[in-house]
């Protein structure tokens, strides 16, 4: 059964500071891993998807690595702002199997950035 | 362009009613199409799945059931609630996502906008 883990369950930041986020998996056969954010109350927005093959996705100041064999993500926020304050999770979409395409999630890292 | 709607946005229900719950996605054909839960303090649970027309998956047992009688619509019911199936309840649809990484193009979630479910 895949678990994800995610580390810190909270972070605290002054503006302007680079930060990671960390997210580790137990059963490396995924097909993907998917981070979202959470503002309160709201759905989910994806930021960054990485397959199986790659290594690193990269989307403005956000910054996604994946390393499958063992079992880690972490999503590095650069010159984190104020509006980057919500809450980050990660999700893996495991290769195969009888749930076609289940994502399973960590628990989330609620970031605060103040000014 | 894909979009996934999702509503209502709020629901205050009292024990012993009736749910439903509906989620539209346009732009695509014969999409999966997903509910999960995410109870206070707790994170996102898959709930139901469902891979076309009248095909409905399980993952938990509960008080809860899906349909789906069109193609991209998915509904999700109770016919009796209770205070534990308070929560907020989100549809998402996997598909090709709209970015192109190299030439290679992706399948990922994407989710709807959330309904929270307050059983009083």
């Known amino acids: 059964k895949q678990e994800v883990t995610q580390i810190p369950a909270a972070l605290s930041v002054p503006e302007g500071e680079n930060l990671v986020l960390n997210c580790s998996f137990t059963?490396?056969?995924?097909?993907?891993l998917q981070w979202f954010r959470q503002d309160p109350g709201k759905g989910l927005t994806s930021l960054l998807l990485?397959?199986?093959?790659?290594r690193e996705q990269t989307s403005g100041r956000l910054n996604a690595s994946l390393d499958k064999s063992s079992g880690r993500s972490t999503l590095y926020i650069a010159a984190s702002q104020p509006g980057d304050s919500a809450t980050y999770l990660c999700?893996?979409?495991?290769?195969?199997?009888?749930?076609?395409?289940?994502?399973?999630f960590g628990q989330g890292t609620i970031l605060t950035v103040h000014p | 362009s894909q979009t996934i709607h999702q509503w209502p946005a709020t629901l205050v229900q009292p024990v012993g009613s009736p749910l439903s719950l509906e989620c539209t996605v346009e732009?695509?054909?014969?999409?999966?199409l997903y509910w999960y839960r995410q109870a206070a303090g707790r994170g996102l649970q898959l709930l139901f799945y469902?891979?076309?027309?009248?095909?409905i998956s399980s993952e938990v047992p509960q008080n809860l059931s899906a349909s789906r009688p069109q193609d991209r619509q998915f509904i999700l019911s109770s016919k009796k609630l209770l205070l534990s199936d308070s929560g907020f309840y989100l549809c998402?649809?996997?598909?090709?996502?709209?970015?192109?990484?190299?030439?290679?193009?992706?399948?990922?979630?994407?989710f709807g906008s959330g309904t929270r479910l307050t059983v009083v």
């Open positions: 998402a649809w996997r598909g090709q996502l709209r970015l192109v990484v190299g030439a290679v193009n992706i399948y990922g979630y994407t």
């Open positions: 059963d490396s056969a995924i097909y993907n």
């Open positions: 990485i397959q199986s093959s790659q």
């Open positions: 999700a893996v979409t495991n290769a195969g199997g009888t749930s076609y395409g289940k994502l399973t």
């Open positions: 732009g695509t054909s014969n999409p999966n």
């Open positions: 469902s891979v076309g027309i009248g095909q």
